[in-house]
């Protein structure tokens, strides 16, 4: 399909704990054009992130790297 995408994930790791992954995944779908990260639930934010700036900059993947543990989503 040649439409473009805008993925969304929720957290980081929703979508994946490697970066380099994250990475040859916007390179092999470049109509990927934006990923959404719903934060919502944890922190009361949403960060959106332009596939073109992380192809260009990698190291904006670096908040990917993040799972230690499993995230406390309610008590």
Do not use: M, W
């Not at 704990?17 to 994250?22: L, R, T, V």
């Not at 990260?37 to 959106?48: A, Y």
Request: hydrophobic share 40%.
């Amino acid at each position: 399909s040649t439409a473009d995408i805008c993925l969304v994930a929720l957290d980081y790791a929703g979508l994946s704990a490697d970066s380099d992954k994250i990475e040859e995944f916007l390179r092999k779908f470049p109509n990927v054009k934006k990923l959404v990260v719903d934060l919502l639930p944890s922190t009361g934010r949403v960060h959106i992130l332009d596939s073109k700036d992380i192809l260009s900059s990698p190291q904006q993947l670096d908040a990917f790297n993040c799972r230690t543990a499993c995230v406390k989503r309610s008590k």
